[in-house]
C-alpha cells in the first residue's frame, strides 16, 4: 500500500504559475503520475514520469507543465507556468502498483492522493 499526499495547490491568476507535490509513503521508483479533474468533466492525465525519468505530458500542457521526481525523499513534483483558467481542477497524483513505463491512462495505476484545489482566474 502506498500513501500519497498532495500539496501546493491555490488560487492564481491567468499566466501565472504553481508547484504541485506529492509526498508518497513508499519509494516511488516506479511509474508515477498527475492527473487532474474538473467538475463535470472526466479524470484526464496531465504528466507521467517512467522510472527512467522519461515524462510525457497531455498536449493541452506540453511545453507549460513540468513533471519531476525526488527519490530520495520519495516526493513528485509537478511545476505549472502559464497557467490558463482552464486549467482549474482537483489535481491528484497517482502510483503504479508495478510497471515503469509512463502512462496516462488512470487505468494503468493503483494508488490515488486526495487531490488538491488549482483554480486559475482570468
Known amino acids: 500500500q502506498v500513501r500519497l499526499v498532495e500539496s501546493g495547490g491555490g488560487s492564481v491568476q491567468d499566466g501565472g504559475s504553481l508547484r504541485l507535490s506529492c509526498a508518497a509513503s513508499?519509494?516511488?521508483?516506479?511509474?508515477m503520475g498527475w492527473f487532474r479533474q474538473a467538475p463535470g468533466k472526466e479524470r484526464e492525465g496531465v504528466a507521467s514520469?517512467?522510472?527512467?525519468?522519461?515524462?510525457a505530458y497531455a498536449d493541452s500542457v506540453k511545453g507549460r507543465f513540468t513533471i519531476s521526481k525526488d527519490n530520495a525523499k520519495n516526493i513528485l513534483y509537478l511545476q505549472m507556468s502559464s497557467l490558463k483558467p482552464e486549467d482549474s481542477a482537483t489535481y491528484y497524483c497517482?502510483?503504479?502498483?508495478?510497471?515503469?513505463?509512463?502512462?496516462?491512462?488512470?487505468?494503468?495505476?493503483?494508488?490515488w492522493g486526495q487531490g488538491t484545489q488549482v483554480t486559475v482566474s482570468s
Open positions: 514520469i517512467a522510472v527512467t525519468g522519461t515524462a
Open positions: 497517482a502510483s503504479a502498483a508495478s510497471g515503469s513505463l509512463y502512462s496516462l491512462r488512470a487505468a494503468d495505476y493503483s494508488y
Open positions: 513508499g519509494y516511488i521508483n516506479r511509474r
